[in-house]
Structure formats: structure tokens, C-alpha cells
């Protein structure tokens, strides 16, 4: 069955850097476009990056451009989000997300927290 597992979250202070890990299975992980969503406590969850199959086109949340980078190994199968310049409100669970023939999977999700 499909599995979206997510590594990488923590502490870090303001303007610190932190990196995502998605690990995938269960489908031909470079079929699908890959997906990084956060939710914040009290927020709705957002659409922070996806990243197309092969990875030539990526897009991203306004509020992150510049400082969080998306991409993926589909040899590892693995989608990962790079994220620097952090601020506090990008404080949120992160989660990692694809649509496979029309079912939506989600990780666990990761905490990161930006705090000094």
C-alpha cells in the first residue's frame, strides 16, 4: 500500500535551516507529482511546494520563495524539503502529500518548530 514517511523536523532558531525527508512507497513514485503541505495550530493547512515528476518544474507558496527549496530523487524515491532563512511563522507540522490514481495520501507529518 501507498506509505508517505516524513523525517527531518525539530527545533531550530530564527534563520536556521532545516531539511525534510519523504520516503515513499507503495507506487511508481516518479510517476506522480509530489506535494509539501504545513498546518499551523488554529490554521487551515497550506500548499508550501510541489515539485513535477521528473523534477524539472517546481512551485511554491508565496510566503516561502527564496527560502525553501523542493526536490526529489526518484531512484530513492524520496521527495525532500529544503528549508532555510527560517522564521517563526513558518512554524507548523509539515506533511507530504501525492495523488495516486485519484486517492490523496498524507504522511505522518513533522513537526518543525522555530524558536529561540
Known amino acids: 500500500q501507498v506509505q508517505l514517511v516524513e523525517s527531518g523536523g525539530g527545533l531550530v532558531q530564527p534563520g536556521g535551516s532545516l531539511r525534510l525527508s519523504c520516503a515513499a512507497s507503495g507506487f511508481i513514485f516518479s510517476n506522480y507529482v509530489m506535494s509539501w503541505y504545513r498546518q499551523a495550530p488554529g490554521k487551515e493547512r497550506e500548499l508550501v511546494a510541489l515539485i513535477s515528476r521528473i523534477g524539472g518544474s517546481t512551485n511554491y507558496a508565496n510566503s516561502v520563495k527564496g527560502r525553501f527549496t523542493i526536490s526529489r530523487d526518484n531512484a530513492k524515491k524520496t521527495v525532500y524539503l529544503q528549508m532555510n532563512s527560517l522564521k517563526p511563522e513558518d512554524a507548523a507540522v509539515y506533511y507530504c502529500?501525492?495523488?495516486?490514481?485519484?486517492?490523496?495520501?498524507w504522511g505522518q507529518g513533522a513537526q518543525v518548530t522555530v524558536s529561540s
Open positions: 502529500y501525492a495523488l495516486v490514481d485519484y486517492n490523496h495520501y
